[in-house]
T-cell receptor, first 114, second 113 residues
């Protein structure tokens, strides 16, 4: 089945450590997104990419980095500069970056601090 | 700046009841509005997407309406079932900024048997 796969489902980070969250899609979508979800605050956009080798900052990009070397993959690195990384991270994709296309979501990665 | 609000934050109803979830947005210049369902610890499942030119979209027991002029959308669920228990989120894309979505905080629905 086509869809978005996020891994791992749970991730723990030590102080000063960088961690990378994986997002893979087999929907042949050009656009991909990373959101962060905190309790009571809804989803906020971290980064998005409209095409391979291109990505743009969202509202809360500080302390995060991404790459888009392949159409299918959009990994998110949570760096040690992100002081409050504990959250639920969701990856999404859409056919293009045009606003009238629906976004499809993965099942998320829950990141916690050790 | 676009803001999306969902009221109430939580709702509990008995099985079989018809119910309405509300979503309001401050900037009426939207391309579309999307309703999602989120089960605990899971990602989002797209339920309905209403284009700005449409007033309603239906899928099974779900009906979503859109009134751009008043900045409101409603999600109507007919004959609710315990399996409908989840958090429902609405979202609108930022005008002219690609697929960047602005989400409401969600309504947590509980349908009691």
């Amino acid at each position: 089945d086509g869809g978005i796969t996020q891994s791992p489902k749970y991730l723990f980070r030590k102080e000063g450590q960088n961690v990378t969250l994986s997002c893979e899609q087999n929907l042949n979508h050009d656009a991909m997104y990373w959101y962060r979800q905190d309790p009571g605050q809804g989803l906020r956009l971290i980064y998005y990419s409209q095409i391979v080798n291109d990505f743009q900052k969202g509202d809360i990009a500080e302390g995060y980095s991404v790459s888009r070397e392949k159409k299918e993959s959009f990994p998110l690195t949570v760096t040690s500069a992100q002081k409050n990384p504990t959250a639920f991270y969701l990856c999404a994709s859409s056919i293009t970056l045009r606003s009238n296309q629906p976004q499809h979501f993965g099942d998320g990665t829950r990141l916690s601090i050790l | 700046k676009q803001e999306v609000t969902q009221i109430p934050a939580a709702l509990s109803v008995p099985e079989g009841e018809n119910l309405v979830l509300n979503c309001s947005f401050t900037d009426s210049a939207i391309y579309n509005l999307q309703w999602f369902r989120q089960d605990p610890g899971k990602g989002l499942t797209s339920l309905l997407l209403i284009q700005s030119s449409q007033r309603e979209q239906t899928s099974g027991r779900l009906n979503a309406s859109l009134d751009k002029s008043s900045g409101r959308s409603t999600l109507y669920i007919a004959a609710s079932q315990p399996g409908d228990s989840a958090t429902y989120l609405c979202a609108v894309p930022i005008y002219n900024q690609g697929g960047k979505l602005i989400f409401g905080q969600g309504t947590e629905l509980s349908v009691k048997p």
